[in-house]
């Protein structure tokens, strides 16, 4: 069984230099700090349009073509980090905003659709490896990191991200939050390695503990859920027991 790292034996040396031109409190930034220690010096990175531009690379000269490259196979990794909106042009919704969520563009109501289920989608490329991970998580996504550098063609990793102003709280709270997402079942920590499906980390646990916290729990803490009434927020309840009950009962 493979050594879980810890915040003590995690390296040292560091890719990024301090200081950072995200927003105050942004996921990203550990994601990207502790990936980048995974993946180590000889690492090359392409940057789509998104907030980490501000960080690294502009388009045309670090922009991709996702499906494509997966579906040929081509050898590498590529991380999808989710703050669930249009956040770097004024917070608009995009296809993984949750149903519900105020935004920009869905001030009113908030968003009509489902959540844009990305791993799935990039699972059915049949990819040696898929894992979905958060920034509240950051010793599980440098764990994955490593597991599957061996791996052929293809791999993807989708990062949940809290992110203040596209969410709505106070900066501070972020790794709560990310947490909270992850306690109430509401998103999942997994890895899917040649095509096996395994929840991982705090995902894994709480198959043990068959406990979840409510999800009225996480919406409480963002502004952009403030629409949401009672019936959807027991539809949405109902749709993640119906899921851990798979879980559990895969587990039997
Ligand atoms: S808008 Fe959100 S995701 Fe983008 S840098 Fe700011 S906190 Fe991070």
Redesign the pocket.
Known sequence: MQVKTTILSLPTEEFVHPGTR??T??G?AIAYRVGLKALGKDTMLVVPPS?LTVLQGLFPVASTALSGAAERGDNFIYFCYD?EGY??TGAQRSGTTPIGAITANTPFKGKLQQKKDVPAIMAAHKLSYVAACSAAYPLDLFDKIKNCMHLPGTKYFHIH?P????WGYDPRYGIKIGRLAVETGYYDLYEIVNGEFKLTAASEKLVEKRKLVPVQEYFRTQSRFRLLTDAQIADIQQKIDEKWAGYYNKDE
């Open positions: 995200a927003c409190g942004c990203l907030c703050n956040m770097n991200i992110c203040p102003p596209g």
